[in-house]
């Protein structure tokens, strides 16, 4: 049985927030000299000197509207990595608890575990396909675990995890489910925010950082039920994200059909760069995906990589990560810049 209420830090479950100026009173006032601010001004937009919503309503509610979620389901970050960062420190005692990860995946689960002493057990990801080892999970899961990582689709082989397997964890653990969706809209695959009504352990995590093109606001989404949400909340950084992120994210949600446009082109692109790649000398195996990169097999791709960097061409080396012997991760880029990178490839010595 999943019981939020047991699986929340002690320190955390009795913990008093801080309560800043703007969220004991957030009403309608002529003179607001409660905060400190600079009642003369800013140098900058004129209303700068106020502190921003700590809550963010606002843009919420904008979100909200777009994904079919609750505006009280959502915690915004200063990117999705704000996010995770917050989820081991909410759940996870140091020292105590651990979480569970399936690498090859993203770093930063593993990093955010050990910047706060929460041990981390890896379960790797089946070699022929990179899905999850469901058996090998079972085996690995103890009391102490509170969280499990799944990245779908998966940073960096590009892949989404079968939705039925997400499900027989989501269905068989009671602490915390995360689903990181980072690249969730060059998918074809459906998101998870549709299953947060049927599990109260699922909590998915999005961002402006990829599709929306904005990576430079920092601003990531942690959807989740409203009483995760609540814990989540108690611990955040009162004014976590800052009024220019606030503003200019909702301007950006007026330009949906410009980002569904780029989202289109990156598919494309994406496809016309895997047929390109297949037949480029050296290319050992090119991996399914389902995100805005590839990963990709060549025989000597240490030798590849610097020969790019030398044509000015950087691209992500992953050979020593597990699983990724001799593989790139290649960002899909806009055609001239892909023709660029096929252009150099073709003209790499391979001797
Ligand atoms: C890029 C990426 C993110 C985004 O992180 P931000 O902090 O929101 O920029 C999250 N998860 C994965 C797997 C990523 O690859």
């Known amino acids: 049985m999943f019981d939020l209420e047991?699986?929340?830090?002690?320190?955390?479950?009795?913990?008093?927030?801080?309560?800043?100026?703007?969220?004991?009173?957030?009403?309608?006032?002529?003179?607001f000299l409660d905060a400190n601010e600079n009642s003369f001004?800013?140098?900058?937009?004129?209303?700068?000197?106020?502190?921003?919503?700590?809550?963010?309503?606002?843009?919420?509610?904008?979100?909200a509207g777009i994904k079919n979620v609750p505006a009280e389901g959502?915690?915004?970050?200063?990117?999705?990595?704000?996010?995770?960062?917050?989820?081991?420190r909410a759940f996870c005692e140091p020292g105590i608890d651990r979480v569970l990860i399936c690498p090859p995946t993203y770093g930063m689960y593993e990093v955010y575990a050990h910047i706060n002493n929460v041990g981390v057990d890896e379960v790797p990801l089946r070699a022929a396909d990179f899905q999850l080892d469901l058996e090998g999970i079972e085996g690995a899961l103890t009391a102490a675990t509170k969280i499990v990582f799944l990245c779908s689709p998966n940073n960096p082989t590009g892949n989404s995890l079968y939705r039925e397997d997400i499900e027989v964890i989501l269905n068989n653990f009671d602490g915390i489910v995360v689903v990181d969706e980072a690249y969730i809209n060059y998918s074809r695959n459906r998101s998870f925010l549709?299953?947060?009504?049927?599990?109260?352990?699922?909590?998915?995590?999005?961002?402006?950082?990829?599709?929306?093109?904005?990576?430079?606001l920092r601003l990531g989404i942690t959807y989740a039920s409203a009483p995760i949400i609540s814990v989540l909340n108690k611990?955040?950084?009162?004014?976590?994200?800052?009024?220019?992120?606030?503003?200019?994210?909702?301007?950006?949600?007026?330009?949906?059909?410009?980002?569904?446009?780029?989202?289109?082109?990156?598919?494309?692109?994406?496809?016309?760069?895997?047929?390109k790649?297949?037949?480029?000398?050296?290319?050992?195996?090119?991996?399914?995906?389902?995100?805005?990169?590839?990963?990709?097999?060549?025989t000597?791709?240490?030798?590849?990589?610097?020969?790019?960097?030398?044509?000015?061409?950087?691209?992500?080396?992953?050979?020593?990560?597990?699983?990724?012997d001799d593989c790139l991760r290649i960002t899909v880029g806009t055609p001239e810049q892909d023709q660029k990178l096929l252009n150099a490839l073709k003209e790499y010595p391979n001797a």
């Open 6 to 31: 047991k699986l929340v830090r002690p320190n955390i479950r009795s913990l008093k927030p801080y309560s800043s100026a703007r969220s004991e009173f957030s009403g309608v006032a002529s003179v």
């Open 41 to 63: 001004g800013s140098p900058l937009t004129k209303w700068y000197n106020r502190y921003p919503d700590p809550l963010q309503w606002e843009l919420k509610r904008k979100i």
């Open 74 to 88: 959502m915690l915004l970050g200063n990117g999705s990595d704000e996010c995770i960062d917050l989820l081991i």
């Open 194 to 216: 549709t299953e947060l009504k049927d599990y109260p352990n699922l909590v998915v995590l999005q961002t402006f950082s990829k599709a929306w093109g904005l990576a430079a």
């Open 235 to 275: 611990i955040k950084p009162p004014y976590n994200i800052n009024a220019a992120t606030q503003e200019l994210a909702l301007k950006a949600l007026d330009k949906l059909d410009e980002v569904n446009a780029m989202i289109r082109e990156t598919v494309q692109e994406r496809n016309t760069l895997l047929e």
């Open 277 to 298: 790649l297949s037949i480029v000398p050296g290319v050992q195996q090119i991996f399914p995906t389902d995100a805005n990169f590839v990963l990709v097999r060549f």
């Open 300 to 324: 000597d791709a240490t030798r590849v990589y610097e020969y790019l960097r030398d044509c000015g061409i950087i691209v992500r080396n992953r050979s020593n990560v597990l699983l990724c």
